[in-house]
């Protein structure tokens, strides 16, 4: 029978892969293209701003982690604080509600709290990490999506 610590990290290991800037940004780009190879401008709309708000959020957090130079728990290398993993999925979250409202809004946001759960379980960011980069990525991904639907300045 496995131990608590090995079955935890079966469970959180799959946020370890959906939240990876591969993923986040492979899947906007993706988005994106959908959109344009569809002729679906609605579609292509979403994805540009996908592609914006992860461009936004990889940078400003590997900015960030430079800057703070954080041991991580794990201690594998300095590079803890804010988690991308937590700021590109909920900066995704972000753009999917404010594009299709919260009924696209409560699973996108419950799963990049998972992801951003599986970084506490796998001992590779701390609560606060996992905070920040939630905040990044909501604060960006609101911030790309000003002018979208009713939320016009």
């Given at each position: 029978?496995?131990?608590?610590?090995?079955?935890?990290?079966?469970?959180?290991e799959?946020?370890t892969?959906l939240?990876?800037?591969?993923?986040?940004?492979?899947?906007?780009?993706?988005?994106?293209?959908f959109?344009k190879?569809?002729?679906d401008?609605?579609v292509?709309?979403?994805?540009?701003?996908?592609?914006?708000?992860?461009?936004?959020?990889?940078?400003?957090?590997?900015a960030?982690?430079?800057?703070?130079?954080?041991?991580?728990?794990d201690?594998?290398?300095?590079?803890s604080?804010?988690?991308?993993?937590?700021?590109?999925?909920?900066?995704?979250?972000?753009?999917?509600?404010?594009?299709?409202?919260?009924k696209?809004?409560?699973?996108?946001?419950a799963?990049?709290?998972?992801?951003a759960?599986?970084?506490l379980?796998n001992?590779?960011h701390y609560?606060?990490?996992?905070i920040?980069?939630?905040?990044?990525g909501?604060?960006?991904?609101?911030t790309v999506?000003?002018?979208?639907?009713?939320?016009?300045?």
């Amino acid at each position: 029978m496995p131990r608590l610590t090995e079955t935890c990290w079966i469970i959180a290991e799959p946020g370890t892969a959906l939240g990876s800037a591969a993923f986040q940004v492979g899947g906007a780009f993706a988005t994106w293209g959908f959109g344009k190879l569809f002729s679906d401008p609605g579609v292509e709309d979403l994805g540009r701003d996908l592609v914006r708000a992860q461009i936004v959020t990889q940078t400003l957090t590997q900015a960030a982690k430079f800057a703070v130079s954080r041991t991580r728990p794990d201690g594998s290398n300095n590079r803890s604080f804010p988690s991308g993993h937590a700021a590109g999925s909920f900066a995704t979250a972000t753009v999917l509600q404010r594009h299709y409202g919260w009924k696209v809004g409560v699973p996108a946001y419950a799963v990049a709290s998972y992801i951003a759960a599986s970084r506490l379980s796998n001992a590779r960011h701390y609560l606060s990490d996992v905070i920040a980069g939630a905040a990044v990525g909501i604060l960006v991904g609101r911030t790309v999506t000003i002018g979208v639907g009713d939320k016009r300045f």
